[in-house]
């Protein structure tokens, strides 16, 4: 499911209260290609964020944040 101003305090090594515009966790590999399809159709950057304990968030992200949940 497509999140939009998600709030990404809980992936943000030191909990910055910051949001993105667009966030999804991906259960497959096609639903990932489908978000990364998405935003190129919108015409914003793509992050893809593992488990967030070695990222800083210090603004909101104008764009989508894929965290995958396959393969867990």
Known sequence: MLLRNYNLKQYNTF????????????HSVDEAMDAVA???????????????????????????IIKPVFGD
């Open 15 to 26: 909990g910055f209260d910051v949001v993105t515009s667009y966030f999804v966790e991906p």
């Open 38 to 64: 998405l935003a190129h159709r919108l015409h914003i950057p793509v992050f893809v964020l593992g488990g967030g304990s070695n990222v800083l968030f210090a603004k909101d992200f104008s764009g989508l």
